[in-house]
């Protein structure tokens, strides 16, 4: 049941279709308009806002970073909780189905929810009712719809359309419409920020390209217009020689000169230009711009804050989700006995010199056992190390031993007023 290598049919959008619903978008498609037009002038879709390198990591990095998390299943248990192993448990934490792991997965859904503003997926169950595989869906073949009062979700494979109900699909989204059924995509919603990367990208390729010679005009007695062509195009190809070869100069017939047009990328701060755009991605996806390999402001101390700002912000918002989610879709809204959960420890985790310091604070005040400081750092179990400690000098106050008097220090006379 692999959904996403079901033969795929072409479809058409055309005005005469009558199979296609008279809608403001697909009047858009059928005109040739894809309505992603930015401010800049430059059409912003998904595949060319990846090409933006701070884009391109700031998907991959969110997403790699939630996908690599361990996910565990849990059992309430009458002293706490204990994890659970096999069934469901491996589902998650190992392999979603037969030809997916739970990391492809998981970065696959948080890709499409980071750019497109949603991510699907549809739960197969037994005939007992337990979740034997996960398979994701493509968003951009899904309806959401309401019938009956319920939510219900469309899938259209290219040959047939499966209808599902709200507690068959996982459904992780960036952020609902006010309708609670369409989403709003961070690129699209962007793209007048995300178009400006791509213009500044394409303004420096082509200043390059040119030789590193910015827009100019060349100036002289030209008689035809044949003659004024045959001039420009004898000196644009002069110019991109004379870069290919390493040369210095250029010769121009005499009475013609030439004068720069437009801005240089000193003049229009094109540097400065770039690096706003990577601060302005970074606060669509509420990301330390360190992490789009931006040092320009960093330091090892407000580096090291903005690690734990991204996990506490970023990371905690989206596995808080994400573990909701799961929760409400696989095991519904009357379960009190199993969960799932994020391990984040390993993201806070400091360096060596923290960690056991950290470690014997908590071990010497009855927070951790030796086992567990010792699981933490994948260190097999030790026979003895199961029991919670505490200080010995640690007592309630009144009840600490009396100092014994030394041979020196006289033992003083109860009589006596000191």
């Not at 009712?129 to 493509?138: A, C, D, E, K, S």
Request: overall charge neutral.
């Amino acid at each position: 049941m692999a959904w996403w290598n079901r033969k795929q049919t072409e479809q058409r959008a055309a005005i005469e279709n009558p199979n296609v619903p008279i809608s403001a978008q697909n009047i858009i498609q059928a005109m040739g308009w894809n309505g992603t037009a930015s401010a800049s002038g430059v059409n912003v879709t998904v595949d060319r806002a990846l090409g933006v390198p701070a884009v391109w990591a700031a998907v991959n990095f969110i997403a790699g970073t939630i996908a690599g998390l361990p996910l565990h299943v849990y059992k309430r248990t009458s002293t706490g909780r204990e994890k659970v192993k096999g069934g469901l448990a491996s589902v998650l934490h190992d392999a979603v189905n037969d030809g997916m792991s739970s990391f492809e997965w998981r970065k696959y859904t948080l890709e499409r929810v980071l750019t497109c503003g949603r991510g699907l997926t549809f739960i197969e169950k037994n005939a007992m009712g337990r979740v034997i595989n996960l398979w994701p869906l493509n968003p951009d073949h899904v309806t959401v719809k309401v019938k009956n009062g319920r939510k219900v979700y469309e899938y259209n494979d290219g040959s047939q359309t499966s209808t599902y109900s709200a507690a068959e699909i996982i459904d992780l989204h960036y952020m609902l419409k006010a309708d609670l059924l369409s989403v709003e995509s961070p690129i699209d919603k962007n793209r007048d920020a995300i178009g400006l990367a791509i213009a500044a990208t394409n303004y420096g390729s082509r200043f390059f390209q040119n030789g590193g010679v910015p827009p100019f005009v060349m100036t002289g007695n030209f008689q035809t217009g044949a003659g004024l062509k045959r001039a420009s195009d004898d000196l644009e190809s002069a110019v991109k020689t004379s870069s290919k070869e390493g040369r210095t100069a250029l010769v121009l017939p005499a009475g013609h000169e030439i004068k720069s047009i437009g801005a240089d990328p000193d003049k229009s701060q094109l540097t400065e230009l770039k690096r706003f755009c990577i601060e302005e991605i970074a606060r669509i996806y509420s990301i330390p711009p360190t992490f789009l390999q931006d040092l320009t402001h960093g330091t090892f101390s407000n580096t090291e804050q903005q690690d734990l700002h991204f996990v506490k912000h970023t990371v905690k918002r989206w596995a808080e989700q994400i573990e909701q989610e799961l929760n409400l879709k696989l095991f519904g809204r009357q379960n009190n006995s199993q969960y799932v959960e994020f391990n984040l420890d390993g993201l806070l985790r400091g360096d060596f010199t923290t960690r056991m310091q950290g470690y014997a604070t908590g071990i010497q005040n009855a927070v951790l056992t030796p086992n567990e400081a010792r699981q933490a750092e994948n260190r097999a179990d030790h026979s003895k190390g199961n029991d919670l400690l505490i200080q010995g000098a640690t007592v309630p106050l009144g009840s600490q031993q009396m100092q014994e008097p030394t041979q020196d220090q006289p033992i003083p006379d109860e009589g006596v007023q000191q």
